[in-house]
């Protein structure tokens, strides 16, 4: 019972990352968390859901890419820098985290995200159809800004898909397939190097993980079908309901 259960939360995260381009963590930690103990399994401690989160947040943006990469939405000239910038950034925010109220810190992160979910309902001022990186795309300045998006998860502890996407496509007025292809790819570089830093520290629960990742490998592919069959428009409001949930949620728990 409890390995289904597993394998049932594993594919629901994955499917939202798929769908959404986001670290399927957002939806995967509160399912593993309050699910279990309603079926008698557990409860897991939140080191233990960290732990498992980040081993299948890998394997579900690894599926996801791949399956994004099909339709031409994980641009290498673009994935590249930002994934860069984000995993440098995430490095210094995770060991200056210690340093700065955590508290403050999360508020300001959860405000900008609230405005972030607020831009992502107005319409896109150019095309929100295709593919492709625009010629006179300012890489530099998104790298510049990536770096930022980094630091601000790496301090909070969030993904920096919260921020990143709305970045993307209201800022820099990238399409919306685009930006899902090329977040899920940045998630993939972060969740590699937490992945990492979680196993060197023995903090992951890998019989548990196991029946995640089995999940992920279907959810993922079935969530990055079904976010390009979606019309643009129900994308961007999905992604704007799913950012402002997660602000709101940040706030209750500061506030709590």
């Known amino acids: 019972m409890a390995e289904l259960l597993l394998v049932a939360i594993g594919f629901l995260g994955a499917f939202a990352s798929g769908l959404l381009g986001i670290g399927g963590g957002v939806i995967l930690i509160p399912l593993a968390l309050y699910v279990p103990p309603l079926f008698g399994i557990g409860p897991y401690s939140m080191a233990q859901v960290v732990g498992m989160s980040m081993v299948q947040v890998l394997a579900a943006s690894l599926m996801g890419m791949r399956a994004h990469a099909r339709w031409g939405s994980v641009p290498r000239e673009l994935v590249v820098p930002l994934g860069i910038a984000v995993a440098i950034g995430a490095l210094i925010g995770g060991v200056a985290s210690g340093m700065v109220s955590e508290r403050a810190l999360t508020l300001v992160f959860a405000a900008i995200a ?129 950012i402002l949930v997660t602000a709101l949620r940040m706030v209750y728990e500061v506030v709590s």
């Open 114 to 242: 609230v405005v972030a979910a607020l831009l992502m309902m107005v319409p896109a001022a150019g095309s929100d159809e295709g593919t492709e990186v625009p010629k006179d795309f300012r890489f530099k300045l998104a790298a510049v800004l990536a770096l930022g998006v980094g630091l601000a998860s790496g301090l909070v502890g969030i993904g920096g898909g919260v921020l990143m996407i709305p970045l993307l496509t209201t800022f820099f007025r990238l399409p919306i397939r685009l930006v899902i292809g090329t977040s899920i790819a940045v998630v993939f570089v972060a969740g590699l190097m937490g992945t990492l830093g979680k196993a060197l520290a023995h903090q992951i629960p890998w019989q548990e993980s196991i029946f995640l990742v089995l999940g992920a490998l279907v959810g993922a592919p079935q969530g990055a079908k079904v976010s390009h069959r979606l019309p643009v428009s129900v994308l961007r409001k999905l992604l704007a309901a799913t």
